[in-house]
């Protein structure tokens, strides 16, 4: 029995050493380990709500989708939408893969792309197969980090026009609606600051005017 343990237990190590994905250019390991932890978390896909966790600040959406693909080893990753799952054996599955195409370690597909009900029933067996549990997802802690670079926002027309790619459109709409929420929590802040003083303000004239009507009772 314990030697079946041990030679599970070996096997286990042998299959996570075998994790051997390629960094993108301007990665550092640290780096994709936290991106591994955000993924897990929020959900592979979830590109705007790792930006808005500031785990990883200098990363633009862009970045962190080439960085997916190159962890999961394929460049689709339509059928892990949403989905938080075990990104090493998503790897090692496709890195044992025979007779298909790659590019950058990456396998290519070369099918034709699935429609909504397939799409829905591929996501639905990576869940079933890749899935972390609950418990795995409620332990991750990502790091904070302040970003001291100032961000270029773009209007919304200058953002729709075609000098930009799609995965670019979607960071700088990203981006301006950050701001756009900071913004509005400093207006409702400014105005709820103002009604309390507008309300202490009244207070103290209705509380004057009862001392002075209560004095001149007192004087008749």
């Known amino acids: 029995m314990e030697k079946q343990k041990r030679k599970k237990h ?6 996570k050493s075998l994790w051997n994905y390629t960094l ?10 936290i991106l591994k932890l955000a993924l897990q978390k929020f959900g592979i896909g979830k590109w705007r709500s790792i ?11 862009g970045q962190i989708y080439i960085q997916t693909q190159r962890m999961l080893g394929q460049q689709s990753l339509g059928d892990f939408m949403g989905l938080q799952i075990d990104l ?14 790659r590019k950058n370690g990456c396998v290519i597909n070369t099918g034709d792309n699935p429609n909504k009900e397939e799409r829905k029933q591929r996501i639905e067996e990576n869940r079933q ?9 409620n332990k991750i802690k990502l790091p904070r980090f302040k ?23 979607l960071q700088h709409f990203v981006n301006l609606e950050i701001e756009i929420d900071k913004k509005l929590k400093k ?23 009862h001392n002075l009507h209560n004095h001149q009772e007192e004087q008749k």
């Open 10 to 15: 070996g096997a286990h190590n042998e299959s």
């Open 24 to 33: 993108s250019p301007g990665w550092s390991q640290e780096e994709v380990k």
């Open 51 to 61: 930006i808005q966790s500031e785990c990883l600040p200098d990363k633009s959406i």
């Open 88 to 101: 090493e054996k998503v790897w090692i599955d496709n890195n044992q893969k025979k007779g298909v195409m």
């Open 129 to 137: 197969k890749y899935s972390i549990s609950q418990e795995e997802i």
């Open 147 to 169: 970003n001291d670079c100032v961000a270029k926002y773009f209007t919304i027309q200058e953002i729709e026009n075609d000098q930009f790619t799609t995965i670019e459109k």
């Open 187 to 209: 207006i409702l802040l400014i105005k709820s600051n103002l009604n309390s003083n507008g309300n202490n303000h009244v207070n103290g004239n209705g509380n004057s005017n």
